[in-house]
């Protein structure tokens, strides 16, 4: 069983930058592939990108170059860095986990096993 918790959400006027982090818990954190998605009101869950335990990164063309995900092992701990920030990013965002240490393409929520309860990122204009 691995728990996550999500921080850092806040919120930001466009352009600015937000960093949210999802701390996990377990002993094995570094052979999981984390996912970020998010969900803005009235709208489904949408991938944002994802980590293999390798560290291969991998994002929606939504927020290609704009964000960037990392982790650091050590911390059981994956990062989104989020710059250039639009009011269309605006949602609740999540942090997901799976059994993955070498990469594969998950981008949906059903590939996913363990999910934090989220943190709100508002972007105003």
């Known amino acids: 069983q691995v728990q996550l918790v999500e921080s850092g959400g806040g919120l930001v006027q466009a352009g600015g930058s937000l960093r949210l982090s999802c701390a996990a818990s377990?002993?094995?954190?570094?052979?999981?592939?984390m996912g970020w998605f998010r969900q803005a009101p009235g709208k489904e869950r949408e991938f944002v990108g994802g980590i293999s335990g390798s560290g291969f990164t991998y994002y929606a063309d939504s927020v290609e170059g704009r964000f960037t995900i990392s982790r650091d092992n050590a911390k059981n701990t994956v990062y989104l860095q989020m710059n250039s920030l639009k009011p269309e990013d605006t949602a609740v965002y999540y942090c997901?986990?799976?059994?993955?240490?070498?990469?594969?393409?998950?981008?949906?929520?059903?590939?996913?096993?363990?999910w934090g309860q989220g943190t709100q990122v508002t972007v105003s204009s």
């Open positions: 377990g002993r094995t954190f570094s052979s999981y592939t």
């Open positions: 997901a986990a799976r059994n993955g240490y070498y990469y594969s393409d998950y981008r949906t929520s059903d590939e996913y096993d363990y």
